[in-house]
């Protein structure tokens, strides 16, 4: 096995260096392939920052929106539809409002039906009581109720406004088996009609 030494090493070395220096040829393909090293080089290495600071410039949609350009205005357009969701957002929460009396007046009506369950009525009769003032989405949930369960059999109250908006009343009636809080909510093609109903806290 040969062994290597830093002459053997330096000798490698300076035939390497000196390879150019042989001939014109030898200069001319150095030259050559230095020059299209140095093209290659000068022309990666600008756009590996650019492409690392585009993603920032993209991500910063609030300070970009005056400057030009297709990432501004990209920015710009962001920064349009993030105000335009914030300025209709506030119109989606009801608005406080006194309560409406034909609210309160299906919340006593429903919790009068409710508490109207003589022995020998079916579940089925029960149902036809309260579908006048309930809602499409809230009767089969009460389907699922049996009239003997409840513990009323008469309304000893008016109905008393809890919360109330521009498109639901919360109310409590009194009964002689306790509290029952009402939610009557407005529909758009039956008016007011109860959606839930619990015991009051």
Do not use: C
Not at 1 to 12: D, F, K, L, Q
Not at 59 to 88: F, I, V
Not at 124 to 149: I, R
Request: charged share 15%.
């Amino acid at each position: 096995m040969p062994i290597r030494t830093n002459r053997g090493r330096s000798a490698v070395y300076r035939k390497l260096w000196g390879w150019p220096l042989r001939s014109p040829r030898h200069l001319i393909t150095f030259v050559i392939i230095v020059v299209a090293l140095g093209i290659v080089v000068a022309t990666v290495i600008p756009k590996a920052p650019s492409s690392g600071t585009a993603q920032p410039a993209g991500d910063t949609t609030t300070d970009s929106a005056g400057a030009t350009g297709s990432s501004s205005g990209q920015s710009a357009t962001t920064t349009t539809t993030t105000a335009q969701t914030r300025l209709t957002s506030p119109l989606l929460n009801p608005t406080p409002a006194p309560p409406s009396p034909q609210a309160l007046d299906v919340a006593l009506k429903w919790v009068k039906a409710w508490v109207n369950h003589p022995a020998g009525i079916t579940a089925q009769q029960w149902l036809d009581q309260l579908k006048p003032y309930t809602t499409d989405e809230f009767l089969p949930q009460m389907g699922s109720v049996d009239p003997a369960n409840v513990p009323a059999t008469k309304v000893t109250g008016a109905a008393v406004s809890v919360d109330s908006t521009t498109s639901s009343v919360v109310a409590d009636v009194s009964t002689d088996g306790g509290t029952i809080q009402v939610t009557v909510i407005t529909t758009p093609s039956q008016g007011w009609r109860v959606s839930k109903y619990d015991k009051a806290g």
